[in-house]
């Protein structure tokens, strides 16, 4: 498996634009989370999902980010529009609950640029 | 509730003494506990895992962490630390699926620097 795959890498975009970042999660896990990662508020979780249904979204931060997992192999998050304060590296996990493995496997993150 | 504490946000230690890094957690379930690496500019890489197989667990680059349920701690150790050893480093507890809760509780992190 390739792991968990986001895309872009990174992003420079203008304030009030739209950004939708993409996560693919690893075949056969049944949870995927976002993450945002900042220098002043470290790691923060957004939002996760069990078998594609959105679990808890208290840490998205305002109504601009919505995220979505139309099937068990593609979630996006969105913002709309986007502002300065919203630069950060975002990241995508997922992870499994039964078997051996069940740690939480990172893609390398979408940075996110608001200029 | 569940959580996760690392006692220490930052770590300083000369070049090849040992090196100690604090994670206590609270759960009311059997945990599944996990060390992670975040070198500057990259994704987390998980370094070593423990669950409920043997206590004392090894992981990449020199790395081992012992689970001491009677202390709820799961600390991070390496004999000797190596300048390519300065990261961040994550604690973390997945908790099981019925248990209500979020399954992945981080800690807030451990920046560890390594003097020359």
């Known amino acids: 498996d390739a792991g968990v795959i986001q895309s872009p890498r990174h992003e420079v975009t203008e304030m009030g634009q739209e950004v939708t970042l993409r996560c693919k999660p690893i075949?056969?896990?049944?949870?995927l989370f976002w993450y945002r990662q900042t220098m002043m508020r470290g790691l923060e979780l957004l939002i996760y999902?069990?078998?594609?249904?959105?679990?808890?979204d208290s840490g998205m931060p305002e109504d601009r980010f919505s995220a979505k997992m139309p099937n068990a192999s593609f979630s996006t998050l969105k913002i709309q529009p986007s502002e300065p304060r919203d630069s950060a590296v975002y990241f995508c996990a997922s992870h499994r609950t039964t078997g051996v493995n069940t740690e939480a496997f990172f893609g390398q993150g979408t940075r996110l640029t608001v200029v | 509730a569940q959580s996760v504490t690392q006692l220490d946000s930052h770590v300083s230690v000369s070049e090849g003494t040992p090196v100690l890094l604090r994670c206590n957690y609270s759960?009311?379930?059997?945990?599944?506990l996990f060390w992670y690496v975040q070198h500057p500019n990259k994704g987390l890489q998980l370094l070593l895992k423990?669950?409920?197989?043997?206590?004392l667990v090894k992981g990449i680059n020199g790395f081992e962490a012992e689970f001491k349920k009677s202390e709820t701690s799961f600390h991070l150790t390496k004999p000797s630390a190596h300048m390519s050893d300065a990261a961040e480093y994550f604690c973390v507890v997945t908790l099981p699926r019925n248990s209500g809760n979020t399954p992945l509780v981080f800690g807030k992190g451990t920046r560890l620097s390594v003097i020359a």
């Open positions: 999902f069990n078998n594609n249904v959105p679990i808890d």
């Open positions: 759960s009311s379930y059997s945990p599944s």
């Open positions: 423990y669950t409920s197989a043997a206590t």
């Open positions: 075949s056969g896990h049944d949870y």
